[in-house]
């Protein structure tokens, strides 16, 4: 039988937080994350609000919203980004140690400040690499674009969707960043980002890490009881 705490954090894991598994709502993201410059220009004059449920970047200006956790090894980053118009870019930071050593995609919507489409880029120290890009792919406005970004050993997988049909869908070898923090980034752009998760779960590590300590605790605890139990046999 499995200990109290055990099955304290067995129920705090499957059946607690009442949202999706790595779910992270606009309030928490718009409460924790931390406004920077963006990564194509390096100003920082976008305003970030929380606005029915979605992350809004607003008005036409630049900037990033980074996460306040960092993710290691495989992990997967998800949501939704729209544009309303205009034609600059918006789009995803990954592998963030700082605003020079990153990963990001950036999708135009015709203006070429990155590169024309979409881009995926490694800027290391300053220095940007296309690790894959689609110059003929520009976000249509008031279009609603799913992303999925996901690493898997050495490979990261980028897949952007528009109602179900796959848009971009590239993976690379890359392991210049195995960890690092998420976020958005806009340039001169108006975008709203939702349905953000992020797995594992960032606040779920926490309780992992509580079950494992419980499992052990537990393992310990077993050979002393049944070294009581035994005992009265002998005397
Ligand atoms: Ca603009």
Redesign the pocket.
């Known amino acids: 039988m499995r200990s109290p705490a055990v099955c304290f954090l067995t129920m705090v894991l499957l059946g607690g937080t009442g949202h999706a598994q790595g779910a992270i709502s606009a309030t928490e993201i718009l409460a924790n994350w931390t406004k920077m410059e963006s990564p194509i220009s390096g100003t920082n004059n976008s305003l970030w609000s929380a606005v029915a449920g979605l992350v809004v970047a607003d008005p036409?200006h630049s900037g990033s919203l980074i996460s306040d956790f960092s993710v290691a090894g495989d992990f997967t980053f998800a949501g939704t980004m729209e544009a309303p118009g205009?034609?600059?870019t918006m789009g995803l930071m990954f592998g963030f140690q700082d605003i020079h050593n990153h990963y990001r995609l950036s999708f135009s919507g015709g203006?070429t400040q990155e590169q024309a489409g979409l881009t995926v880029v490694r800027e290391l120290g300053g220095s940007d690499t296309y690790l894959a890009s689609d110059s003929g792919l520009t976000w249509v406005a008031g279009t609603l674009y799913d992303f999925s970004i996901a690493r898997e050993g050495n490979d990261l997988t980028i897949n952007v969707s528009h109602g179900g049909t796959s848009l971009f869908d590239r993976t690379v070898a890359n392991t210049t960043f195995t960890s690092g923090r998420v976020g958005f980034h806009v340039y001169?752009?108006t975008a709203e980002y939702g349905n953000i998760e992020v797995v594992p779960e960032p606040g779920g590590l926490f309780a992992w890490a509580l079950l494992g300590l419980a499992l052990a605790a537990g393992r310990a605890s077993f050979p002393r009881r049944r070294a009581r139990r035994a005992a009265p046999a002998t005397e």
């Open positions: 036409d205009d034609n600059d203006g001169g752009q």
